[in-house]
């Protein structure tokens, strides 16, 4: 197997497997900079990095959909749940998941997906604005950390293990708090804005 080949596959893999875990905050950017660091930067080399991570870690986001979705009689009750499933066809949903999904560090699309798959929220287009996103973050944070990453990796004396490791369990602690918020009540006290609570919060979903 050729060194380029086998360093796009564990891009790929990593991406995807940085992206199946809810809260999981591993930077998989952070490896494929490394490997792109390792071949050496040209313009074809960056687009395909990119594009291999973006493409892993939209598929991550599937293992999340379809594990809400195989439990989704245990999570139909969550608040946050309900609120994403009673706004799921609307235009504010798809533009919450772009933002979350092109967000850097934290891991915030996690949440959309798990809503989304407990109440069986259509796929595709879920599909296609994570991909479109993951596609512009990863261009956007490979090119910085191409830049300084392994200066600052030195300085600071991290590995990249142990920087993920760090990272990882920093998310999941903070994935977990934020999943235990009233989401619907700060967004009615803070940014004044009524959701629709007129749709049943698991319209769609198929019953077991």
Do not use: C
Not at 21 to 50: E, M, W
């Amino acid at each position: 197997m050729s060194p380029w080949l086998l360093a796009a596959l564990l891009i790929l893999l990593i991406s995807f497997v940085s992206n199946i875990s809810p809260f999981f905050g591993a930077s998989y950017t952070f490896f494929a900079t490394l490997d792109l660091l390792l071949l050496g930067f040209t313009p074809a080399n960056f687009l395909l990095v990119v594009a291999l991570s973006a493409a892993g870690a939209a598929l991550g986001k599937l293992v999340i959909y379809y594990g809400a979705f195989g439990l989704r009689r245990f999570l139909v009750g969550n608040k946050n749940i309900q609120l994403i499933g009673r706004n799921a066809s609307t235009r504010t949903f798809y533009a919450v998941l772009f933002v979350t999904a092109f967000m850097p560090v934290l891991p915030l699309d996690d949440f959309i997906y798990i809503g989304a798959g407990a109440t069986a929220v259509s796929l595709p287009g879920m599909a296609a604005v994570t991909l479109g996103a993951k596609t512009l973050k990863s261009g956007a944070e490979i090119a910085v950390e191409f830049t300084v990453l392994k200066e600052v990796v030195q300085a600071f004396t991290f590995s990249n293990i142990g920087l993920t490791v760090v990272v990882t369990a920093g998310f999941m602690a903070l994935g977990v708090l934020v999943y235990r918020l009233d989401w619907e009540a700060l967004v009615k006290k803070y940014l004044h804005i009524e959701l629709d609570e007129s749709r049943p919060s698991d319209a769609g979903a198929q019953t077991i």
